[in-house]
């Protein structure tokens, strides 16, 4: 068999297999929003650290009718939030 054909299907290979566990090779947050959400509309709030497939910090807020928002995390609010839901969390551990 030729090297070229083993070389392409062992990358299309590789593709395949990425593409099925769920790894994501970019940023998830195109644009962010700055503009303040109450907290209470908020579902759930996850945190996506800087790595190799995005070189920002990405803060993800699903809302109670299931629109995910991507947070700027650099918004003075952003981090207010995060703050109280880090000390909420360390009195529920305690």
């Known amino acids: 068999m030729n090297s070229k054909v083993i070389l392409t299907v062992l990358a299309l290979f590789v593709l395949y297999l990425a593409s099925t566990q769920g790894v994501s090779l970019r940023c998830q947050c195109i644009k962010t929003n700055s503009k303040f959400i109450h907290p209470r509309r908020m579902e759930n709030i996850e945190i996506i650290p ?7 910090v990405e803060i993800i807020a699903t809302l109670k ?9 650099e918004a003075a ?8 839901m880090i000390k909420k969390s360390e009195k529920t551990e305690s």
């Open 50 to 56: 800087s790595g190799p497939q995005c070189p920002n």
């Open 65 to 73: 009718n299931g629109i995910p928002v991507c947070l700027n995390p």
């Open 77 to 84: 609010w952003v981090k207010k939030v995060i703050d109280m």
